[in-house]
């Protein structure tokens, strides 16, 4: 593919945040005295951030009133616990050597809070991935293409050069807004007819299938 930078997704490509998520969202849910969500509805509900992983697991959202409160204890909660539960897919860790060994310069663009980003980096990706950018208060987040630039220029790379990859409808939005090609995985949040119905074009399997199409 001609291809010399990758950047990636975090939950739900890189890493099954899945139920930290989830037990994050019913603690602040249940502290607040709401109904929790079942693991099915959360996993619809991430990929916006986590505001609007909030906005959408609180009745009425952001007109609740007590919705600021339960998105101040879900932040709260998930920093403590981010890491109880969360691993990475098998096949990544391997994935992501195989391609800095190729050479590949590789990135991380997250809707997750810059703090949780930096977290995840250090036990998961430092050896491997160079810049991980996630969501701070200066920068728009995905699927506008400020985070995917930020990291482009980071890596001292061009668009040309690069290739998203993600798992949801998200990533493929954050990929036609940054003028990248997109690859969508199918182990993360998001199933195949879904992400054909939202534009995908390209999908693996497994996180070897990526090292072998960029290579071959």
């Not at 195989?98 to 990706?125: M, P, T």
Request: aromatic residues 8%.
């Amino acid at each position: 593919m001609g291809v010399k930078v990758v950047v990636f997704d975090l939950d739900g490509t890189l890493l099954n945040t899945l139920e930290d998520l989830a037990d994050a969202t019913n603690w602040a849910l249940r502290k607040n005295g709401m109904p929790e969500r079942a693991l099915a509805e959360v996993r619809q509900f991430v990929g916006n951030g986590v505001r609007k992983l909030i906005e959408r697991a609180v009745p009425e959202g952001e007109a609740n009133p007590l919705f600021e409160q339960t998105f101040e204890d879900f932040k709260r909660y998930y920093v403590e616990h981010c890491q109880d539960k969360t691993s990475l897919y098998d096949g990544v860790a391997e994935m992501l050597r195989a391609l800095k060994e190729r050479g590949f310069k590789l990135a991380i663009v997250s809707n997750k809070l810059q703090a949780g980003v930096d977290e995840l980096y250090e036990r998961y990706f430092k050896d491997t991935v160079a810049v991980a950018v996630g969501e701070r208060p200066e920068i728009q987040r995905k699927p506008a293409p400020d985070m995917v630039e930020l990291a482009l220029q980071a890596l001292g790379v061009t668009k040309e050069e690069a290739v998203y990859v993600g798992d949801s409808d998200v990533d493929l939005q954050t990929a036609r807004n940054s003028g990248l090609p997109c690859i969508s995985v199918l182990w993360g949040f998001r199933d195949k007819d879904f992400l054909l119905e939202h534009g995908a074009s390209t999908l693996i399997a497994s996180p070897s299938d990526l090292v072998n199409l960029l290579t071959c």
